[in-house]
């Protein structure tokens, strides 16, 4: 099946980067969120983000404002009613999600495809709720959406081979690279990221080194283009404490427990980037 219309549901920093995108491949996209606000903030963001592209020159401007004119946003989940595929990019919480997908699978024609970018929750258990698990896929992207190259895409246990293929097409298209992954409490990406970024927690916590002995660590002796701790401020302190919560859940293992210093800081409210405080200060 050819998607030419494609639905984001959740604004947010990864609704609005996966619209952005999708947009650039041409796709006409409905993007909704719960308040007009939201969505305003969200165009503004595509926009900004677009320009970046366009002062590199992969972007021209007219391909920039023929992708925003493409983008359609709404606070109604009806608009969604042609599209070949919805995905999913709110928050991340399995009563929330299974919310939006029972409402959507009520909606969507038949032959639709439902999609989540969920970080972590099982795929199977969500398409456990809708009439259509064959036709129900993990689309997990990274942010910053329109830099990143990877989409994991995650099969349920009842995953169609078609929904596999329709999903592999479209990450193509969307200038990704897909890499298929089965359904496992974290997938592949978070059960190897969030142990490194619950342990850098714990070195802090214990008094090993401050955040930015820790950062720097891993930057400077391991290359990575941001420390665990700075990456953990640019998920969400929030999205890394419920991604561990599934793994320990999952797994019944303690060695993804999560530390109990990050449970304070989102307990405080210190949720990283977004709220302006987390291991480091934004403003
Ligand atoms: N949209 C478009 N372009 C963007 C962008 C955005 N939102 N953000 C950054 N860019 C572009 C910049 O314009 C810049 O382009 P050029 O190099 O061509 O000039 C390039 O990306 C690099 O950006 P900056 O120069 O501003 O900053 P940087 O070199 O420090 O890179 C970064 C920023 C790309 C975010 C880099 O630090 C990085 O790769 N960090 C790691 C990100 C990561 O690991 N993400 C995955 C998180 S896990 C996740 O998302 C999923 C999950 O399940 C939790």
């Not at 650039?24 to 305003?40: H, I, K, N, T």
């Not at 928050?91 to 038949?110: S, W």
């Not at 089965?182 to 190897?192: A, H, L, Q, T």
């Not at 002796?221 to 999952?250: R, S, W």
């Amino acid at each position: 099946m050819e998607v030419t219309k494609f639905g984001v549901v959740g604004a947010g920093q990864m609704g609005n980067g996966i619209a952005h995108v999708a947009a650039l491949a041409g796709l006409e996209v409905v993007l909704s969120d719960v308040a007009e606000g939201v969505l305003q903030k969200a165009m503004a963001t595509i926009a900004k983000n677009m320009d970046r592209q366009v002062a590199k020159g992969t972007v021209s401007a007219a391909q920039k404002d023929e992708a925003l004119a493409r983008i359609t946003t709404t606070t109604s989940l009806e608009a969604f009613a042609g599209c070949q595929l919805v995905v999913e990019a709110v928050v991340e919480d399995f009563a929330v999600k299974a919310e939006v997908f029972r409402k959507l699978d009520g909606l969507l024609p038949e032959s639709a495809i439902l999609a989540s970018n969920t970080s972590s929750i099982s795929i199977t258990k969500l398409a456990g709720v809708t009439g259509r698990p064959d036709r129900f896929i993990g689309m997990h992207f990274f942010n910053p959406v329109p830099v990143m190259q990877l989409v994991e895409i995650v099969r349920g246990i009842a995953t169609s081979a078609e929904t596999f293929q329709t999903v592999e097409a479209l990450a193509k298209r969307m200038g990704k690279t897909p890499v298929e992954v089965n359904d496992f409490p974290g997938f592949v990406s978070n059960r190897v990221l969030m142990p490194m970024i619950n342990e850098a927690i714990y070195a802090v916590y214990e008094g090993v080194a401050t955040p930015e002995a820790v950062d720097a660590v891993m930057k400077l002796g391991m290359n990575h283009p941001m420390g665990p701790l700075q990456l953990a401020d640019f998920i969400g302190l929030d999205t890394c404490l419920a991604i561990l919560k599934v793994l320990y859940e999952g797994f019944g293992d303690p060695k993804y427990r999560p530390c109990p210093l990050l449970v304070k800081m989102v307990d405080a409210g210190w949720l990283g980037r977004k709220s302006g405080r987390g291991f480091y200060q934004y403003n």
